[in-house]
């Protein structure tokens, strides 16, 4: 059995949780999914949607704003308990704080970052990147069992989830967390500025790189992406020019997204740059350079000015609106 544990917040669920939930089905065995927190009826009737056998509602007062110490402490229990052979975990920023403490509580494994499942005769192994991006890895974790994956943001498509027949049995999974286990006091999630995005929950993105030329230009970006409905997003070069600010950068270094359209104008297409945005339902490519690598992943590729391009598609989208 594997064991998902999802992720939410004020009662949202974050998305990339439903992207774990597809990596443990395609595996094909039996997935329970455990979630943390405060109030979680509405939460768990999302997830029982889902192709799973149960979902596990870690329910207590003190878990209502998130800190390491309660998590550990309480999935630590349910891990325990359930006895799974693997747990899977969204690569998120919470993960990436609390994961290692639980695998280390347990004695186990934990391999992170992960893009892809594969089976080498009776093991299961774990693709994940390396050197960012330049090259992959097929691990495969040694010991006892359970052990810890997190699977990297865009991986896997939320809309390949096997939906049940009927809504999964939702139990509560008593757990024993006293005040006192708590050691942290807990702060409001950081954000870089007022303006921070969080662009892994966005359904389109307009990405914007070098080809620009201008910070004149922005402006002519940010007006196609409203007449999308979209966030604007840009590769290292212009973020590190201070164009945009930095929390709008996709790539190894940056946020690493899976929009439902990825419009990238003027973007070569570095690894660095690929590896934040290759999970992407529908990339579209505009760029002056035919050998530009952005179109070895593109669905759809522009060879032309994106100042020619871009201020047709702004007409176009006017003219339906």
């Known amino acids: 059995m594997i064991l998902v544990i999802a992720e939410q917040r ?65 999935l630590a229990e349910v891990v325990t308990s359930t006895e799974p052979s693997l747990v899977f975990l969204p690569h998120t920023y919470q993960t990436r704080e609390f994961a290692p403490r639980l695998a280390a509580r347990l004695g186990r494994s934990l391999i992170t970052d992960c893009v892809a499942v594969k089976t080498r005769g009776d093991r299961m192994a ?21 052990h810890f994956v997190s699977f990297q943001i865009g991986a ?19 757990v024993a967390l006293e005040s006192g286990m708590i050691r942290q006091t807990a702060e409001p999630p950081f954000q870089e500025a007022k303006q921070a995005v969080d662009l892994t929950q966005a359904e389109r993105i307009v990405a914007v790189g070098r080809g620009i030329k201008g910070q004149e230009h922005i402006a002519l970006v940010e007006k196609l992406a409203a007449s999308l409905g979209a966030e604007v997003a840009a590769s290292r070069p212009i973020c590190d020019s201070g164009w945009l600010p930095m929390d709008r950068q996709v790539g190894s270094s940056g946020q690493t997204v899976a929009p439902k359209l990825y419009l990238a104008l003027g973007i070569s297409g570095a690894i660095q740059h690929l590896v934040g945005m290759k999970g992407a339902r529908t990339i579209v490519a505009v760029n002056k350079d035919a050998d530009a690598p952005i179109f070895e992943v593109a669905d759809l590729g522009i060879v032309a000015d994106l100042f020619e391009v871009v201020p047709a598609l702004i007409s176009a989208l006017e003219a339906d609106a």
């Open 126 to 146: 774990f693709v994940r990147p390396m050197f960012q991006g330049k090259f992959v890895a097929d691990v495969a974790p040694i010991g006892p069992s359970p």
């Open 10 to 74: 004020d009662g949202v669920l974050n998305k990339a949780s439903w992207e774990a939930i597809v990596a443990a089905q395609q595996t094909g065995q039996v997935v329970q999914v455990a979630v943390a927190g405060a109030a979680l009826d509405a939460v768990a009737a999302e997830l029982a949607v889902a192709e799973v056998a149960a979902v596990l509602t870690v329910e207590h007062a003190s878990l209502e704003v998130y800190t390491p110490d309660g998590f550990v402490a309480v």
């Open 156 to 174: 896997f498509r939320p809309d390949s989830l096997n939906r049940g027949p009927a809504t999964a049995e939702v139990r509560s999974q008593p």
